[in-house]
């Protein structure tokens, strides 16, 4: 294996073309230098320089050698300032997995943006995935951030998360509708209405606790339709289908002819997680997770106790 320092020696002595130069330049005694040049011609059963009394010169294979020990000292030097990047999280890879709602509410392109104001370099691969298939990826390290509608379970000895995102909901009604010019709502307003419920791809838990917040609230809703993306509901809403639940975040979304109401009474609310594994072996992922707990308003030290 190639001494790097010998290396050195070499080309400030290929350089200057004097061995006494040479030293000075590299703060050593020519003695030394001397004798490691030396050591590198005889470990390359190499001639590199032609020597008399008056200059030391390169010779035709010694000019060879030069070009190519300058390119890979170059690219060494290239790869330690990389290592060093890399290290303080400037450049690198994310591989992110997340659930629509995670883009819906903004909470990734946000973090996203953020991200790429203050580290440019970085590059992003994002993965739409099940909830179990982010934890799983997390586990395998296939995944450094999940996005998830629920968190592991409490304990986990591999991994770590908080949440980034309560949302609440707004209903969604057809602007034709005779509820659509009423300021405020009650519950009894709402009672023998036809609707269109989001049934989550994640969980069909997830529409049980939604009838059952609408039974705590004061009126079972009448289900005649049901969607597995909320932008499906809005629009069927939007088609005079029926009215709708959707997360307070997608109320930009909402398409012409939908009429959006507060219901302050309704305490159901669309959760968000983040979650990355405990071992962090890489900077840039520390520093994406701290980006998303601080949009969100929570303590990174906290978080990670």
Known sequence: MLDIRQLQYFVAVAEEEHVGRAAERLHISQSPLSRQIAQLEDK?????????????????????????????????????????????????????????????????????????????????????????EQVEGLRQRSLDIALLCEPPLPGDPDLDCAQVLSDPMLLAMPETHALASKETLTPEDLAGQ??????????????????????????????????????????????????????????????????????????YRTPLWAAWHKVNLRPLVGIFRATLLAQAGVDSAAAEA
């Open 194 to 267: 036809e609707w269109i419920a989001v049934l989550h791809k994640e969980s069909a838990l997830k529409h049980d606790h939604f009838v059952a917040a609408c039974a705590r609230a004061g009126f079972t809703p009448d289900i005649r339709m049901e969607a597995t993306e909320p932008l499906t509901a809005l629009g069927l809403v939007a088609a005079g289908l029926g009215m709708a639940m959707i997360q307070h975040s997608l109320r930009q979304h909402a398409p012409a002819g939908v009429v959006l109401r507060g219901l302050p009474w309704f305490n």
């Open 44 to 132: 390359l059963g190499l001639t590199l320089f032609e020597r008399n009394a008056q200059r030391i010169r390169l010779t035709r294979d010694g000019r060879t050698f030069l070009a190519e020990t300058q390119a890979f000292l170059t690219h060494g030097n290239r790869l330690e300032a990389l290592a060093r990047r890399l290290g303080r999280g400037d450049e690198g890879g994310l591989c992110i997995g997340y659930i629509e709602n995670a883009m819906h509410s903004g909470v990734l392109p946000d973090g996203l943006r953020a991200l790429r104001l203050s580290r440019p370099a970085v590059h992003v691969a994002l993965y739409n995935m099940h909830s179990a």
